[in-house]
């Protein structure tokens, strides 16, 4: 598989224990294998530095939050293997989330698709914009949402996780995505959003530490089977992505 040379990542951490993680992979901030290892990487990192207490994770610039899997990536994978990987990327990210023994805040500044919106559901707590539509665009090119199936209706239930996968060309908007449970709070402007995060990350920042860690174990109670079911989701799609119906999908793109 190829890796992406415009696909950027970069980590700041506050005085206040506040940490940023800003993945970037311009115009639309598809994801590539390389970017993705990038992010769990820098999560699983985070998680063992005693300055942290709070992660930020957001993406570059004031469009798109995240598109998802890289196309132009998904079309160079030939083989079982290197399908598995690369979907196991996205496995790796939401477990990375699920582990850390940080609280981790997403913000969403535009339009979530795919593995974006699962990056937005691995989060603990997401602010988003009135412009933060959400798509589960994958049964559109001949593969499933099953990596970020558990992550997702975790968040929003089955029922509307049924909905969005079989509509797979449909947005909704950040209004209805706040009322399903994935954003759990949404604002008019980028500015105000921005506010509001550096507010609440700086309150939890100061609060007692293993507090924290020990909420975090809460919120995410009864997934540590997913340590297995996103890597058997992870070859579902692998296999999938090699079916002719998707490379031609994908080359209409």
């Known amino acids: 598989m190829q890796n992406s040379s415009s696909a950027i990542l970069d980590v700041s951490i506050a005085p206040s224990g506040v940490a940023t993680i800003t ?13 993705l290892g990038d992010l769990e990487n820098a999560i699983e990192k985070l998680a063992e530095d005693s ?15 995240c598109s998802g899997a890289d196309f132009n990536q998904l079309l160079t994978i030939d083989n079982l293997e290197d399908g ?8 790796k990210v939401i477990n990375a989330c699920r582990k850390s023994s940080k609280i981790i805040i997403g913000r969403v500044q535009g339009k979530a698709v795919g593995g974006g919106v699962g990056l937005a559901a691995a989060t603990d707590y997401c602010f988003a914009t009135q412009a933060a539509s959400i798509k589960l665009s994958e049964l559109s090119i001949g593969i499933i949402p099953a ?32 009322e399903q449970g994935l954003f759990s709070d949404v604002f008019d402007t980028i500015e105000q959003m921005d506010d509001a995060i550096l507010k609440l990350a700086e309150q939890l920042a100061s609060y007692n ?11 995410w109670q009864g ?31």
Not at 23 to 35: D, E, K, Q
Not at 54 to 62: M, N, R, V, Y
């Open 23 to 35: 993945f970037s992979h311009l115009p639309t901030n598809a994801m590539p294998i390389v970017l």
């Open 51 to 65: 300055k942290v207490q709070i992660i930020i994770l957001q993406s570059g610039g004031e469009r798109t939050f």
């Open 84 to 91: 598995k990987i690369f979907f196991s990327g996205f496995a």
């Open 147 to 178: 990596v970020i199936e558990p992550a997702v209706s975790r968040k929003i239930g089955l029922s509307s996780f049924s909905k969005m996968s079989l509509r797979p060309t449909e947005f909704y908007s950040a209004q209805w995505a706040f």
């Open 209 to 219: 530490p293993e507090a924290l860690k020990e909420l975090k174990k809460v919120l």
């Open 223 to 253: 997934t540590d089977h997913w340590d297995t079911l996103l890597y058997e989701r992870a070859e579902v799609s692998g296999k999938l992505v090699l079916s002719e119906f998707t490379k031609l999908a994908l080359r209409k793109i």
